[in-house]
């Protein structure tokens, strides 16, 4: 009670409670500030910068955070679903590359397969396959991010 009487005095109706929100909500306007929309252009990346600035200022507020029972096991599934991806474009690319050859690719579509498995015989199919599955990697990593 002494802070906040110390601080009445100073601006009434100042109290310890304020000025921790005021500080909470000025170090997060300073670290948003930061931002470089030239190296975050996704909004993916742009969630992952405001993230990144709203936890520090949770510790500048002393927030703790703790982790779920199922963490390790949310962790292990990203890391799998991003090898996936990643074994899927190293795929497509050795996919690419024999069609630049002009060697007809084997089709890799097993029963159960999701439509998305099918890959494309044509070049330039091929290749705008392969960026859109990169941004998909792309996204997986940064929930990975997130997540950790």
Request: with cysteine.
């Amino acid at each position: 009670m002494k802070l906040n009487n110390h601080l009445k005095k100073l601006m009434p109706g100042l109290t310890a409670k304020v000025f921790r929100t005021y500080n909470a909500s000025i170090t997060l306007q300073e670290e948003l500030a930061k931002i470089d929309l030239d190296e975050h252009k996704t909004v993916d990346e742009r969630v992952l910068f405001y993230n990144r600035a709203n936890r520090q200022v949770a510790i500048l507020c002393n927030h703790q955070r703790t982790l779920p029972k199922t963490h390790d096991a949310q962790m292990e599934k990203l890391d799998a679903k991003i090898q996936e991806i990643r074994d899927e474009i190293k795929e497509l690319k050795h996919h690419l590359e024999l069609v630049k050859k002009g060697i007809d690719p084997p089709s890799p579509k097993q029963e159960g397969d999701s439509p998305r498995k099918r890959i494309p015989k044509d070049k330039e199919k091929l290749k705008k396959k392969i960026a859109t599955v990169r941004e998909r990697l792309h996204k997986w990593e940064i929930k990975k991010i997130e997540k950790d």
